[in-house]
């Protein structure tokens, strides 16, 4: 779909206010229209926005932010960067790239290789958040590194013993970021072999490195 309107999607970074750029602070101030979790929402959305939720119906939402692209431009607020691992995916099958703008933010795996000083420049950045990722990417090697985005199900426990069962070293190192910018954010360093052991972090950031 074209339209004179843009759908302007923002990555609103790690979590915490101190970690947007400036320019997307004054795109979401400036919205009319904003699309979001419910936290982001509850997070930046001011009053006299329309807002809708990003829930499971993203046709939805897709649908809303169509509807209101006939008379305004649409702001989409992304946790992370738009690039990696967003709705950014599902904007992109529905309207025209030249109806599109994004605005870059900080993503969480960034900011865990920050917090470990750790360069991700030589790192394979994966998501196993609702997905698995290929088997060649987690096999070991020497010198491999690894930024995982976790979840409920494939957990740091369960991920760390999929990595020994790909032949990673029990001694290889494990760094597994939750809450990253928040007041209650936890960075555990550990090895393989004890993160395998290691219950919770389910929606954190994982690192490992050979």
């Not at 329309?50 to 692209?69: H, M, P, S, W, Y």
Request: charged share 20%; aromatic share 8%.
């Amino acid at each position: 779909m074209e339209c004179r309107y843009q759908v302007v999607v923002v990555g609103i970074g790690p979590g915490s206010p101190d970690y947007v750029l400036p320019v997307v602070s004054r795109t979401i101030a400036q919205a009319r229209v904003l699309v979001g979790s419910k936290r982001a929402l509850d997070t930046f959305a001011a009053g006299g926005q329309a807002t809708r939720i990003i829930d499971k119906d993203i046709n939805g939402v897709l649908d809303f932010i169509e509807e209101q692209l006939a008379s305004q431009d649409v702001v989409v607020m992304v946790s992370g960067d738009p690039g990696f691992y967003s709705m950014l995916v599902a904007v992109r099958k529905r309207f025209a790239p030249e109806s599109i703008t994004v605005i870059p933010g900080i993503s969480s795996v960034q900011m865990a290789f920050a917090r470990v000083a750790e360069v991700w420049q030589d790192a394979a950045l994966i998501s196993m958040h609702g997905r698995t990722a290929a088997d060649e990417v987690l096999r070991y090697r020497p010198g491999h590194k690894l930024g995982i985005l976790t979840d409920t199900q494939h957990n740091p426990a369960c991920i760390s013993r999929i990595l020994l069962a790909f032949g990673w070293p029990e001694a290889a190192h494990v760094w597994l970021c939750a809450n990253l910018s928040y007041d209650n954010e936890v960075v555990a360093a550990m090895t393989l072999a004890e993160a395998a052991e290691t219950p919770g972090f389910e929606h954190s950031v994982m690192v490992v490195k050979a």
